[in-house]
């Protein structure tokens, strides 16, 4: 069974701090992309990263970064000097994969950035 | 490069009436379409997808259909709504190698 795993429901940190968004997955096929998308307030889902399976290279874009390891089956995501515009729900996702196209979803966590 | 377009934005219905939402994509050919419904404060729910005209999918046994009458167009339907049926409704497309892009999506509330 494939499965994504947030287990962070909600995060509260106070601007200009670092926070870190777990994201674990379950697959048994070697061919997959993991993504992170950004929830606003607004509703709308904006993608931030797709990364495939086959490559565990690390990602820095501005303030964020997502740290892929295989070894543990995780994809985990850090804004730097978090800021209040960061405030969103975060979802992890993961597909397609060789076996399911689909895109399984992770629940979800909330960030909120304090001033 | 690709839009998609979902509308409306909101949505205020009565029980019982029927439901039409519409989602349309430009700039890219045989797309694989979604709907998901998000309830309040929870995660996405795939409800359908479809990877042709008139291939339909269905995850969540429920009160709703959905149709792809053309290669970029899929709708979402109900012939009566259900107070359950409130929530947030997404439409993405996706191929099997590009990510899921998404709608501004459509608020329901029914009341």
């Known amino acids: 069974a494939q499965k994504v795993t947030q287990a962070q429901t909600e995060i509260s940190v106070v601007e200009k701090e670092d926070v870190t968004l777990d994201c674990v997955y379950e697959?048994?096929?070697?061919?997959?992309?993991l993504f992170w998308y950004k929830q606003p307030p607004s509703g709308e889902l904006v993608f931030l990263i797709r990364?495939?399976?086959?490559d565990e290279q690390n990602e820095i874009s501005g303030r964020y970064s997502w740290n892929f390891q295989k070894s543990t089956s995780s994809f985990n995501f850090t804004i730097t000097a978090s800021q209040v515009v960061d405030s969103a729900v975060y979802f992890c996702?993961?597909?397609?994969?060789?076996?399911?196209?689909?895109?399984?979803w992770g629940a979800g966590t909330k960030l909120i950035i304090k001033p | 490069s690709q839009t998609i377009h979902q509308w409306p934005a909101t949505l205020v219905q009565p029980v019982g009436s029927p439901l039409s939402l519409e989602c349309t994509v430009e700039?890219?050919?045989?797309?694989?379409l979604y709907w998901y419904r998000q309830a309040a404060g929870r995660g996405l729910q795939l409800l359908f997808y479809?990877?042709?005209?008139?291939?339909i999918s269905s995850e969540v046994p429920q009160n709703l259909s959905a149709s792809r009458p053309q290669d970029r167009q899929f709708i979402l339907s109900s012939k009566k709504l259900l107070l359950s049926d409130s929530g947030f409704y997404l439409c993405?497309?996706?191929?099997?190698?590009?990510?899921?892009?998404f709608g501004q999506g459509t608020r329901l509330t029914v009341v």
């Open positions: 996702a993961l597909g397609p994969t060789d076996s399911n196209y689909q895109l399984i």
């Open positions: 697959t048994r096929d070697t061919t997959y992309y």
């Open positions: 990364r495939n399976s086959f």
């Open positions: 700039g890219t050919s045989n797309p694989n």
């Open positions: 479809s990877v042709g005209i008139g291939q």
């Open positions: 993405a497309w996706g191929t099997e190698n590009t990510e899921a892009f």
